[in-house]
């Protein structure tokens, strides 16, 4: 079964740190990565997605993350936080259902807190 | 675009009682799914429509949990004589249901549920 895995629970940063989440996932066959962020008292948000070409892929808000097919890693970074970038991070990987549609597996999530 | 709605956003409880939750896809998105988040942990899958149909549940899914999309756009989520172990943010995500895994789901706010 696919799984994702954070293994960062919690990560504070002050203002201009550079920032790298990991994020791990589990299995062997064509695998869509996504990273979504929340807010605070926000909803679910895509930053960034990842499906096929160059796995040096770019989102929103200056952030970016790289695919390594050989390390089941797809990490999230970014060059320099802002404090608004405080929020939560989940990795997430798409599996697909029987139906041919397909669900997403998230990780349990990254709480980013950054100091102002 | 006015994104993914869900009605209410907040619902307390008492244990016993039945609840509904409505969720309001983008509109032309053919796929609706619904997801729950407990503290501390990525969303988890529930149940997939494609159109009107229910096509995907999970085995979290239990029978006091039903879920109807009765003219493919809006959906219902119904709990039964709720536990507090319901308790949890319910998310619903929509999408355009581009073939295999090559999609990106679009969520909603979430319903907090609390079961006193």
């Known amino acids: 079964a696919q799984s994702v895995s954070q293994h960062n629970h919690h990560v504070i940063l002050s203002e201009a740190a550079s920032l790298e989440l990991g994020c791990n996932y589990s299995y062997g066959g064509t695998v869509n990565l996504f990273w979504y962020v929340q807010y605070p008292g926000q909803h679910l948000q895509l930053l960034l997605k990842y499906f096929s070409g160059d796995p040096l892929v770019k989102g929103i808000k200056g952030f970016e993350a790289e695919f390594i097919k050989s390390k089941f890693s797809f990490n999230l970074r970014k060059p320099s936080v802002q404090w608004s970038d405080t929020a939560e991070y989940f990795c997430a990987v798409n599996a697909l259902l029987y139906s041919s549609a397909s669900k997403i597996i998230f990780g349990s999530g990254t709480r980013l807190s950054i100091r102002p | ?116």
């Open chain 2, 1 to 116: 675009d006015t994104g993914v709605s869900q009605d209410p956003r907040h619902k307390i409880t008492k244990r016993g009682q039945n609840v509904t939750f409505r969720c309001d896809p983008i509109s032309e998105h053919n796929r609706l799914y619904w997801y729950r988040q407990t503290l501390g942990q990525g969303p988890e899958f529930l149940t997939y429509f494609q159109n009107e149909a229910q096509l995907e549940k999970s085995r979290l899914l239990s029978d006091r949990f039903s879920a109807e999309r009765p003219k493919g756009s809006f959906s219902t989520l119904e709990i039964q004589r709720t536990e507090q172990g319901d308790s949890a943010m319910y998310l619903c995500a929509s999408s355009t249901g581009t073939s295999g895994t090559q999609e990106t789901q679009y969520f909603g706010p979430g319903t907090r549920l609390l079961v006193l």
